[in-house]
């Protein structure tokens, strides 16, 4: 280890306070799972399904198989509850460079490109409501971006207060459709039943786990949790037992009125439904759920990717900049400011060449199954490390569980380079840029790593 490496990580003047509520981790969490996705890969999981029975089992798999994710990652977020979430456990496992790939990855394509088509689909939806010419989408998804970014840099509670009321307006929305389709559905609809085929099963976790993706965000405020190492393991087991209720009466709804065969012939299955219940009014309708929930992932996505940036800052002396804690505010200000600008340059790339920043975007998914797989093993490391460190949760049934989702992790992984073909390359340069910054950035050490 060179003397650079050895060298200690600039003080942090203010940082992270114990400002959230276990109620605002509760709605970041709910929210940025209950993203646009429950509006489209119904139809995907649809099509790969043999029955209804399988399709539904899917979804309730789905829910277990996160809440499994969800105590592995609880055990982590307690024993260590510092801002950074994966990014903090990557890093004591493995050091600090195979972090900063994940942080790169993270930074550069995966939060902000997420950022980036979240508003977007604002922007699509607010451009039926309201259109103001050809230039509508990416107009609406930029001002949606810069909105939600000065929401964040103004501080913490206000992000938090903001979020908890979008989460409100988008679990409502979904449940508008629920009902909508349960009780309100003329009852002269007749729906399509499905082929009864096989069902393609790895295809059908793909689908389903994405839309069930992004519960592990909740890590990366655990620092600003109040009394986090009770609360956060609850936190992350209720918002996915609320978030799989929620998509089982979904899709209950969208089977009552489109039957399995109607739900795999349309994309967008949400509007199909509303619209043969409530006419051009439930078109309408639908379009302001879409925009509550797409707002709420993307405000959830800001909040909790502006903490990874500013981790980074905090370990790199050169990017330390990013690293420093606002205390006025109490957020991490100039992360929010990078995140935001970041997420502008890929709408504005968006605008130019649409369907080519999508598929950039998109399969970059070999790379987050590849970073989930290592925070799983990164468990089992951490568990022998630190063997004396007090663990306020513990996962049950160890090794059982960690396990579990550690293969979950790497049949996802393979699954998703299978479907993806050459797009996983994508993925691959997004690393290789990081692994030429690595070669130019020095690590700092992290004092409060080396204390029990």
Do not use: K
Not at 237 to 256: D, E, H, I
């Amino acid at each position: 280890m060179d003397a650079s490496e050895r060298r200690p990580a600039m003080a942090d003047p203010a940082p992270p306070r114990a400002t959230l509520r276990a109620r605002d981790a509760f709605a970041i969490t709910v929210g940025i799972v209950v993203g646009a996705g429950i509006f489209r890969t119904p139809s995907l999981v649809a099509g790969a399904s043999g029955s209804e029975l399988a399709m539904l089992l899917a979804w309730v798999a789905g829910g277990l198989l996160s809440i499994v994710g969800a105590l592995c990652y609880a055990e982590l977020a307690t024993t260590y509850p510092q801002a950074g979430g994966d990014y903090a456990y990557l890093r004591r496992a493995y050091g600090p460079r195979p972090a900063f790939l994940f942080a790169w990855a993270r930074m550069s394509v995966i939060q902000t490109g997420s950022i980036a088509l979240l508003c977007f689909i604002v922007g699509d939806y607010m451009a039926q409501l309201f259109d103001v010419g050809p230039w509508s989408s990416p107009l609406y998804a930029a001002i949606a971006v810069v909105a939600l970014s000065a929401i964040n840099w103004l501080g913490t509670r206000q992000s938090a207060t903001v979020q908890t009321w979008l989460t409100v307006a988008e679990v409502a929305g979904v449940l508008v459709i629920v009902v909508a389709g349960l009780m309100f559905a003329p009852g002269d609809i007749a729906p399509v039943p499905g082929s009864g085929g096989d069902s393609a099963v790895g295809l059908i976790l793909v689908f389903v786990l994405l839309t069930y993706g992004g519960w592990n965000e909740a890590v990366y405020i655990t620092a600003e949790v109040r009394d986090a190492r009770r609360w956060m393991p609850r936190v992350l087991v209720l918002s996915l037992v609320a978030v799989a209720a929620l998509y089982v009466l979904v899709n209950l709804a969208y089977l009552r009125v489109l039957g399995l065969g109607g739900m795999a012939e349309h994309d967008a299955v949400a509007a199909e439904v509303m619209g043969r219940v409530f006419g051009s009014t439930g078109a309408v309708l639908m379009s302001a759920i879409v925009v509550a929930a797409a707002l709420t992932s993307a405000n959830a996505t800001l909040i909790t990717g502006a903490r990874s940036v500013y981790a980074v800052g905090r370990d790199f002396p050169a990017l330390g900049f990013i690293g420093r804690w606002d205390a006025r505010s109490g957020a991490p200000r100039a992360a929010i400011v990078v995140q935001g600008v970041l997420a502008l340059a890929l709408v504005a790339l968006g605008a130019f060449a649409r369907d080519g920043f999508e598929v950039a975007v998109e399969y970059t998914a070999p790379v987050f199954w590849l970073f989930f797989l290592l925070v799983g093993i990164a468990l089992f490391v951490l568990r022998r490390r630190d063997s004396g460190r007090p663990r306020p949760f513990r996962v049950p049934l160890y090794p059982v569980l960690p396990l579990l989702f550690c293969a979950t992790s790497a049949y996802l992984l393979y699954a998703s380079l299978a479907y993806t073909g050459r797009g996983a390359l994508v993925g691959v340069a997004v690393l290789a840029v990081g692994g030429l910054l690595l070669l130019l950035l020095r690590p700092s050490t992290r004092p409060e790593e080396a204390s029990p």
